[in-house]
C-alpha cells in the first residue's frame, strides 16, 4: 500500500476548510474566564487546527458522544469550543472513492495503529482470517489490556464511526439500578427524548422487515427466540431506512447491504458527523483538530489549566508537541481514554487533588458474543443488513440481552449470530504502572465465565428446543464463546463518586468528565443512547450553574 496515496485528513485538512468562528464569540469566552481562570482576552480562534500558545474558553478532549454534545450545548451558550480529537477526521475518500474499508476487506483504514488485524471473529470455518496491514491511524482501535480487548472508534464521530447503530435506551425499572444518584423521571421526560431526537433515532418499519431478505438471520432468530418463550423486542436505530430500501431497491450505493459497519459506513448511517457535528459546525463557534493527543491537563499559573497535546501523523508518531490553555476543560475521551488520563495525571502529579475513586467502577456491559449452527431449513440469507434491529430479552430472568447481531460475510452460513449483554457483577480499576509508565486495568479473563452463564440461559434453551448446537469455528479452533473482548467499556470516573452528580471532578473546578466513564460499568442495554442523555442532563446543568 502506497501511503502517499492514503487520505491524511489530518491538522491540515478539515478544520482549515470547514470550520469558521463566530462573530460575538468574545461575550460568551469572557463569561467563562471570570469564573476559573484569571481574566483573559481570548482573540478569537483562528480557523484551522489549535495553535500552540492558545488560550481558550473551553477546550473537549475526544470528539464521541460526550463530546459531541458537550461542544454543541456550549457552542449553543454562545462559548467558543475548541475539540481535539486523537483519531482522523473521516472525510476523505481513499483510492478507491470511499471513505471507509468493508468489514470483509479491512485494509490500512480499519484499524489503530496495527500491522495486523485483530478482527473481532478471528476465525472462519476455523481458519484464522487476520491479515497483515499497514499502519496507519485507522478507525477501530482494538486496545489490549491483560485480560481483555477493548473495542473503540477512533476519528471525528468517536465510537459512532464503527458502531451498530442500535440506539436503544434502557427499561425504566432498570434506570435506578445504572445511575442511582439522577433522577429517572428527569432522563426519561427530558433527557432520552432529547438524546433519541439529536441522535436521529427511528424504528424499523415493521412491514417491510417482514419481508426484507436483508433481515432473513433476524426473522429466524426471532423464531428460535418465541419457540423457546424467550420475548422478542425490536431496537431502534440511527440507521437511515429509506436508504436502506433504496440499498434494496438498488438505486444507491450499498452500504449496510454491503455489509458496512465495524471499520465505517459509507452511508446510510446517522454517526455523529451526520446528526451532532453537523450541528457543531452550523453554529460556527467549534473548531475540531484531529490528529491530536491530548497527554496531559494541570493547573495554569495565571487560573485555567494547561494542556499539552502530541500533534501525530498517520503512522502514529509525534510531529510536534503544542501546549494551551484553557479555562475549562471537559474530558470526554472515552471510559478508556478519560479513565487512562484522569490515573495518570493523579499519579504523575499534575492532577494529584484528583480523589481515590477516580480509575474505579469499570466494567465491560457483561459483553459475550456466540453463534449458533442451524439447520438447513433455517438458511440466515447471504444478504445480511450490517444494522441490528431486534434482540433477545431474558434480562430479568436470566441476566442477558442478546442482540440479534448479523454475520455479514456474503455466503450463506446458516449461523446465527449474538452479542448478548449481561448483568455481571464485575467491575476493574485502572491503575497507574510507574514501570512501564502505562495505564493498567485488573481486568480478570475468568470473570467472563458470570456472562457466558447468563448467555447460556437464553442459547441452552434454544439449542435444547431447536435440535441444534453451538459454533465453535468463530473465535478459534473448537472456542464457543467470544469471551476475550468488550464493544461497551463503561465507568472510570464513576457519577456522583469520582464527579459530582454532573460531572464536575472533585478538586478541580473547570474539570468536567462527559462520556461513558461516568456510567459504572453496566447499562443493561447498548449503551450510546444513554452516554448521550447523560452528557444532555449534565452540560444543561453546568451551563446554568458554571457559566
Ligand atoms: P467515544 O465515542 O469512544 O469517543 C471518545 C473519543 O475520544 C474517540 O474519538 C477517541 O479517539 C478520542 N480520544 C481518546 N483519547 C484521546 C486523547 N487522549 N486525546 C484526544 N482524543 C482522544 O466515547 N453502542 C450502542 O449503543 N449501540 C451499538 O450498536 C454499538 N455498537 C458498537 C459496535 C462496535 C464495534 C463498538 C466498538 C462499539 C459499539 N457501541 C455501541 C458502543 C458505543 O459506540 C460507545 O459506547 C460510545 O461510542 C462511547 O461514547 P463516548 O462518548 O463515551
Known sequence: MRETALPDSGSTGVSR?????????????????????APRAYAAPAAGPIANGAQVPALVIGTGYGGSVTALRLAQ?????????????????GSDGKIFANTTTPDHRSFWLRTRTKQPLSNFLGFPIDKNIPKYTGILDAEEFAGIMVYQGRGVGGGSLVNGGMAVTPKRANFAGILPSVNADEMYSTYYPRANAGLGVTSVDQRWWENAPCYQYARVGRKHAERSGFPFVF?????DWDYMKAEEAGTVPKSALAGEVIYGNNAGKKSLQKTYIAQIKATGRVTITPLHKVTSVAPAAGGGYTVT????????????T????????FFA?????????????????ALPNLNNEVGKGWGDNGNVMCGR????????????????????????????FAEVAPLPTGIETYASFYLSITNTPHRAEFSWNAATGKVDLSWQAAWKQTSIDMAKTIFDKINRKEGTIYRTDLFGTYKIWGDHLTYHPLGGAVLNKATDNYGRLHGYPGLYVMDGSLIPGNVTVNPFVTITALAERNIENIIANDL
Request: charged letters at 15%.
Open 17 to 37: 476548510r470547514r470550520f469558521v468562528v463566530g462573530a460575538g464569540a468574545a461575550v460568551g469566552a469572557a463569561a467563562i474566564a471570570s469564573h476559573v481562570a
Open 77 to 93: 451558550a454562545g462559548i467558543d469550543v475548541h475539540m481535539i480529537e486523537m483519531g482522523m477526521a473521516w472525510d476523505t475518500p
Open 373 to 400: 449452527a442451524n439447520h438447513m431449513w433455517d438458511a440466515t440469507g447471504k444478504l445480511q443488513s450490517s444494522m441490528p434491529t431486534a434482540g433477545i430479552d431474558n434480562w430479568d430472568a436470566g441476566g442477558a
Open 235 to 239: 431496537v431502534p436505530n440511527v440507521y
Open 333 to 349: 475521551a472515552g471510559s478508556v481514554g478519560t479513565s487512562k488520563l484522569l490515573v495518570k495525571l493523579k499519579a504523575t502529579g
Open 309 to 320: 497535546i502530541d500533534e501525530i501523523n498517520t503512522t502514529g508518531d509525534t510531529v510536534a
Open 322 to 329: 503544542k501546549q494551551v490553555t484553557a479555562a475549562r476543560v
